[in-house]
């Protein structure tokens, strides 16, 4: 499994967005490589399907299902929506569930 977490210099929630992937990892015993994607360009935007910063993909799905077809790319902060608004980290059941997906689909 490898995750990417997409993002751009000076972002504020690149750090908490892996320290919450990788305690999400430990505790759906999961293996996996977790790598910080620097987004630079619209061009790279565009060819990493960036979605905002940070950007969560498992095996290069959003883990954002809503987001999942949407091309909306660009160079600019990430807001996810959770039950309680919205939030610039992920929330951890987001995280969770993208990684339990992955690791449910056959290699």
Known sequence: M????????????????RELVEQALVKANLPAIVRMVPIETPEAAQEHRFLGSPTVQVDGV??????????????????????????????????????????????
């Not at 660009?74 to 690791?103: D, F, I, N």
């Open 62 to 107: 959003d883990i954002e299902p809503a987001r999942r077809d949407d091309t909306n790319y660009a160079l600019s902060c990430r807001m996810y929506t959770t039950p309680e608004g919205k939030q610039g980290v992920p929330p951890e059941e987001m995280v969770l569930s993208g990684l339990r997906s992955a690791a449910s689909i056959p290699r």
């Open 2 to 17: 490898e995750i990417k977490i997409l993002h751009f210099e000076g972002c504020p929630n690149d750090t908490p967005t």
